[in-house]
């Protein structure tokens, strides 16, 4: 293996990293958990076998430009690593939205991958990958089945909060109220999708569209947006990875 | 310089142990941010040494002032005509409304989803830490946007508060209204200090003050050259002491920087590497000591080359007309001065567009950065159109809404980041 170049997204949940041969090609991936204690969550994912070029993004990319990694770390913004990322694995790409633990980002690309406009979430964490992870500790479900279980319920049921805390609270009182957990399960989901589509007409979104982030594995969300938007959408098969491939291509 | 003043901070009533903390907070945030650039000009010493001295030596000044019987105004916007307190004799100054202070004793005034700015003026009195709003014999308020109409109502139990009438269109009645507004301030201004207005001391003052925006404007020229030779958060102090300082005294040390300034523009010197994005700032004014955003900014690889705000270009674009001989000739200089103004207070108020569309050519700016105020209506309502008109003519743009807390630095970065990236 001739790791050459390694992209790290260090996000507010998740490490994601891929490393690059000398060709370009993939050679590694792989994936932690944030946890308070991120340095330590990087090396142990470079192995002490860090590639001589470290593109960093993420919130956390400075916090890799100041490890000491003995490796020449350079940092770019999310939306910038996104782009790049995307165009690579689909180059017909036109607007990018990306639900992560923490924030949402919808990036509008030109023609060759050049950003035209973004929009991000500002302060509160509503509506992104931790909202999901927080109801699906309500429910007891494990986050990787709440997708799958929302998709159980019949549609119609409007949750109006995105705030996490008070959207646990009418969650709780509509399953007080006699409804099926699953038709609230898709009330959630829904509530996400309809917030998401609004930051992406903001954007002035045109098709295609790839979705990424931790969040795009959820097979609700994806429907859900699918229809809402009803436009075509790329789902790469490894979307959390995006940013990390990306990161190591502007490297 | 707390141990020299303190004496005089205690006559005028301050919270000593919470003003010495402002103090040492600010001491830190302007190191952090001011003495930590490369490569800045020797003229910066003056505006260093103000402002490490703006609750000190000014306020002595103030004090010293005072004791010769003059008086002391306070204002909050640049709709105020400066001519025609200086016109009496008497020293104008801005009042403190840049940092988060007192805006737990503020919110029992003014709703909690009121903008930072009215927040922190009724915070900074009613925690007692501005010993500017302390020095006061007036404070001069007017109504520009209901936030500060209706604080000032409340604020008014808490300070001699006077308040200006200003327009919100600009047909010939409202001229006509705001023109009997000048006059009215004139006689309270009589009035306060015993002096009556002459053409003789306006065409002074119109003087005085002319010249402190023509050192401004000469300024702003300078800084439009390719390299930019000066900081964008210099030049926002710059124009920030400008409501602090002695007008004459600061328009001198002005004019030494630009010809400063003028030498390295010669060698073609520029603060920053060549090739950096050069960005201009659109917005809410951001008074002293509000530095966060261009230090973001600047921060992440750009360099700032405008302020199209009412601590920048607002105030200085437009002269008095200074050839009128009569009083009344130079009230109608003043008025129509002053009723250039492209606040969004005003309704229609294409101007702004259009001069925010001639400014970004003049600077040569690669975008555009918007600055909102959160809970700024009337700015965050020209921000959408602004933006429209920016795509419009091909500049990228990028609209930020924040206030004076600290909490979203990290997300602010990453969008500004981004937007440097973007022009790259």
Redesign the interface.
């Known amino acids: 293996m001739d790791a050459r170049i390694a992209g790290l997204d260090v996000g507010s949940r998740s490490i994601e990293l891929v490393v690059l041969d000398a060709g370009g090609e993939v050679v590694r991936r792989a994936k932690a958990a944030t946890t308070f204690h991120p340095a330590e969550q990087v090396a142990r994912l470079l192995d002490g076998a860090a590639p001589p070029r470290i593109m960093a993004t993420g919130?956390g990319r400075e916090l890799v430009a100041g490890m000491g990694l003995g490796a020449e770390v350079a940092t770019?913004?999310?939306?910038?690593a996104y782009a790049r990322g995307a165009a690579a694995l689909h180059p017909e790409t036109r607007a990018i939205l990306d639900i992560g633990g923490q924030?949402t980002k919808a990036i509008l690309l030109a023609p060759g991958g050049?950003?035209?406009r973004?929009e991000?979430n500002?302060?509160c964490a509503a509506g992104t990958g931790k909202f999901l992870e927080h109801v699906a500790g309500v429910f007891q479900i494990p986050i990787e089945e709440f997708g799958p279980y929302a998709m159980q319920g019949r549609p119609g049921l409007g949750i109006n909060t995105m705030c996490t805390v008070f959207a646990e609270t009418e969650a709780t009182s509509l399953m007080a109220r006699g409804h099926r957990p699953e038709d609230i399960a898709l009330g959630l989901h829904a509530a996400i999708v309809r917030r998401t589509a609004t930051m992406l007409r903001r954007i002035g979104f045109t098709p295609p569209l790839l979705f990424a982030g931790g969040v795009a594995r959820n097979p609700c969300m994806v429907r859900l947006l699918a229809e809402a938007l009803d436009c075509e959408m790329l789902t790469p098969a490894e979307p959390d990875h995006v940013g990390a491939l990306g990161a190591a291509l502007s490297a | 310089m707390s141990e020299a003043y303190r004496e005089m901070w205690e006559k005028l009533n301050l919270d000593i142990p919470a003003h010495d903390g402002l103090l040492a907070v600010l001491g830190k945030f302007y190191g952090d941010i001011y003495m930590s650039q490369q490569n800045r000009l020797k003229g910066m010493e003056y505006l260093d040494f103000v402002l490490s001295e703006v609750h000190g030596l000014r306020i002595k000044e103030l004090q010293d002032a005072k004791a010769q019987g003059r008086k002391v105004v306070g204002t909050f916007c640049v709709f105020v005509p400066e001519e025609l307190t200086l016109a009496v004799d008497a020293v104008q100054v801005g009042l403190c409304a840049g940092a988060e202070a007192g805006f737990d004793a503020a919110e029992k005034l003014v709703p909690r989803n009121t903008c930072a700015l009215i927040k922190s003026f009724i915070g900074f009195k009613l925690a007692r830490l501005c010993p500017f709003t302390e020095s006061c014999d007036l404070i001069v308020g007017e109504t520009t946007c209901d936030g500060k109409k209706k604080a000032y109502e409340a604020f008014a139990a808490h300070a001699p508060m006077y308040v200006m009438e200003v327009p919100q269109q600009k047909n010939p009645a409202d001229r006509a209204l705001f023109r009997a507004e000048v006059v009215r301030y004139m006689e309270k201004l009589e009035e306060l200090t015993g002096r009556k207005i002459t053409a003789g001391n306006l065409a002074a003052a119109i003087k005085t003050v002319n010249a402190k925006r023509r050192a401004l404007q000469r300024l702003n020229r300078l800084r439009a050259a390719q390299p930019t030779p000066i900081s964008g958060r210099d030049v926002l102090l710059i124009n920030q002491v400008s409501f602090y300082d002695d007008p004459v005294r600061f328009t001198a040390s002005i004019e030494k920087l630009c010809d400063e300034l003028e030498a390295r523009v010669a060698k073609a010197e520029g603060v920053a590497p060549e090739g950096t994005p050069r960005l201009m700032l659109a917005g809410c004014p951001m008074a002293v000591p509000n530095w966060k955003l261009p230090y973001v900014i600047e921060s992440s690889g750009a360099v700032i080359v405008g302020e199209e705000s009412c601590i920048g270009t607002r105030n200085i674009r437009d002269l008095v007309a200074d050839d009128g001989t009569t009083l009344d000739a130079m009230i109608d200089a003043l008025v129509d001065r002053y009723m250039k103004i492209d606040c969004a207070t005003f309704t229609p108020n294409a101007e702004r567009q259009a001069n925010i569309l001639d400014m970004a050519k003049e600077l040569s700016a690669d975008g555009v950065i918007q600055y909102t105020l959160m809970f700024c209506q009337p700015y965050a309502n020209e921000a959408i159109r602004v933006g429209q008109a920016l795509a419009d003519s091909g500049l990228p743009a990028l609209a930020i809404?924040t206030d004076y807390s600290m909490?979203?630095v990290?997300?602010l970065k990453?969008?500004v980041?981004?937007f440097v990236?973007?022009l790259k």
Do not use: G, N, P, S
């Not at chain 1, 770019?76 to 910038?80: F, L, R, Y």
């Open positions: 919130y770019v913004t999310e939306i910038t924030d050049k950003v035209l973004f991000m500002d302060r | 809404e909490e979203d990290a997300q990453t969008r980041e981004a990236e973007m």
